[in-house]
């Protein structure tokens, strides 16, 4: 047996009926050429010879002694967790969403282990889609993207790559594996793991002053509790609504460069502008700005298992009606929050992160403080491949993240680059944020609102 992490394992107890705690990907294939009609059941039949999983999607989770531990299912069944589906008539890119915000709305089986594909066809103009969704406990947004990518080839011509549950994992060179019946080894780690956070308190304790101080005198500073009442920051439901968008990634580069900014700047930036517009639309606009919580990677490997990540919080400015003047707001606070953590080290930088978030989590699990809000919406950006990619000679057109919604934060934004383009994913409660899919217009307005400006000096404060 292999104990999951404490983070690992805060995804479980996160999880509820109205909040389930899974990431997945929607990928969209045409036809490789000369596939005749019987092409996807065909793919399909293949699909499901390969019955025995690798890790980690031939493990089930076991609960002992309050600590959770990942097993192999001995009685795993592929019917379970792969499924061959057809959109109705007339197969439209809508429908494709519908189905998708449908199934990612609900709970996966905690006997069984915790995945699903399901394998789409009926979209019109020879294409089929895959629905990949995975338990966070399982693998962060990195972990997945590099699994996805390894499913598939550059080649068109290659054929015989195995679907994503039956490639051979990739794990850390050094591992942190306990073993379920050995409690000296289990005792020997928590007690090197209290050592290392103990010894992180100085640093965290002159960090965090720092933060509060400063935030009182420079806009880019967030600090605790900035984050303003907003609709994306009730309680939501199990209801889904997935909404996907493509932008040409050339079109951000050039914004960048006109002002010095990186591209995940002009991103998030994009997205503060499409959540300004859509609150507006809604009379619903807090006047001071909303905060993002922006996962960063610290991953050090190339693993494929666990989370190994920490968070910004970034000012989208949307308190700012100008497109540039937001863009640098956007820009300072991320620059301030990196300049924070290259002082640190990693154990420093995800303990900095847990404490300044712990108050939020806390109200995520109990709901008892809402003015405990760190953070209204989640935007995360995962590097993917910059060329074409085929499964078996299915080219891939578009990857579309879809993420996870919480108590308190109805909206996740997650944004993955292919090829020449940027893939947005918006996933939310359906019930609480009305006509979300109206964002993916705020979104394209937002970039094009960056396009069409000047670059201007930014105001240096002292």
């Given at each position: 047996m292999k104990a999951l992490s404490p983070v690992d394992q805060m995804f479980l107890w996160l999880e509820k009926r109205t909040q389930p705690m899974h990431v997945g990907g929607l990928m969209i294939f045409s036809f490789p050429e000369g596939a005749g009609p019987g092409y996807i059941t065909r793919l399909a039949e293949e699909m499901r010879s390969y019955r025995e999983p690798k890790p980690p999607f031939n493990l089930r989770l076991r609960l002992r002694f309050g600590q959770y531990y990942w097993e192999e299912d001995q009685h795993f069944d592929l019917d379970h967790h792969f499924q061959h589906e057809a959109l109705p008539k007339p197969g439209r890119i809508r429908e494709l969403l519908s189905l998708v915000s449908a199934n990612h709305g609900t709970l996966m089986d905690r006997e069984r282990p915790l995945w699903e594909s399901h394998l789409i066809e009926g979209i019109r103009g020879k294409r089929f889609a895959f629905y990949h969704k995975a338990h966070h406990s399982m693998v962060d947004g990195i972990a997945a993207m590099r699994m996805m990518l390894r499913s598939q080839d550059y080649d068109p011509a290659k054929r015989g790559k195995p679907p994503i549950w039956a490639i051979n994992p990739k794990l850390a060179q050094r591992s942190e594996m306990l073993t379920g019946?050995?409690?000296?080894?289990?005792?020997?780690?928590?007690?090197?793991?209290?050592?290392?956070?103990?010894?992180?308190?100085?640093?965290?304790?002159?960090?965090?002053?720092?933060?509060?101080?400063?935030?009182?005198?420079?806009?880019?500073?967030?600090?605790?509790?900035?984050?303003?009442?907003?609709?994306?920051?009730?309680?939501?439901?199990g209801s889904r609504r997935f909404a996907a968008q493509s932008i040409q990634l050339s079109r951000i580069k050039v914004i960048a460069k006109r002002n010095r900014a990186t591209l995940n700047d002009v991103l998030v930036a994009a997205c503060g502008s499409a959540l300004?517009?859509?609150?507006?639309?809604?009379?619903?606009?807090?006047?001071?700005?909303?905060?993002?919580?922006?996962?960063?990677?610290?991953?050090?490997?190339?693993?494929?298992?666990?989370?190994?990540?920490?968070?910004?919080?970034?000012?989208?400015?949307?308190?700012?009606?100008?497109?540039?003047?937001?863009?640098?707001r956007v820009k300072g606070s991320i620059d301030e929050a990196k300049s924070r953590f290259s002082r640190m080290t990693p154990e420093e930088v995800l303990n900095y992160t847990a404490l300044t978030l712990a108050p939020s989590g806390l109200n995520i699990l109990t709901g008892l403080a809402p003015q405990w809000q760190a953070f209204n919406v989640v935007i995360s950006n995962v590097p993917g491949p910059e060329k074409a990619m085929y499964w078996n000679g299915a080219m891939l057109e578009g990857i579309y993240p879809v993420s996870i919604p919480v108590d308190h934060v109805a909206l996740n934004i997650t944004m993955l680059s292919y090829r020449d383009q940027v893939e947005f994913g918006f996933t939310a409660c359906r019930r609480t944020l009305p006509s979300m899919q109206r964002l993916l217009d705020y979104l394209e307005a937002g970039v094009t609102e960056l396009e069409g400006t000047g670059v201007r000096k930014r105001r240096v404060q002292s």
């Open positions: 019946g050995d409690l000296i080894h289990s005792i020997r780690h928590l007690a090197g793991d209290a050592g290392k956070q103990i010894a992180t308190v100085p640093k965290l304790a002159t960090e965090l002053t720092r933060t509060l101080v400063k935030a009182r005198k420079h806009e880019d500073m967030v600090s605790l509790f900035q984050a303003p009442n907003s609709i994306l920051n009730q309680r939501i439901t300004r517009h859509y609150l507006l639309s809604q009379n619903a606009l807090p006047d001071r700005p909303l905060i993002a919580m922006v996962p960063m990677s610290i991953r050090k490997d190339d693993s494929e298992s666990g989370n190994q990540i920490a968070m910004i919080l970034a000012n989208l400015g949307t308190d700012i009606a100008d497109p540039i003047d937001r863009l640098q």
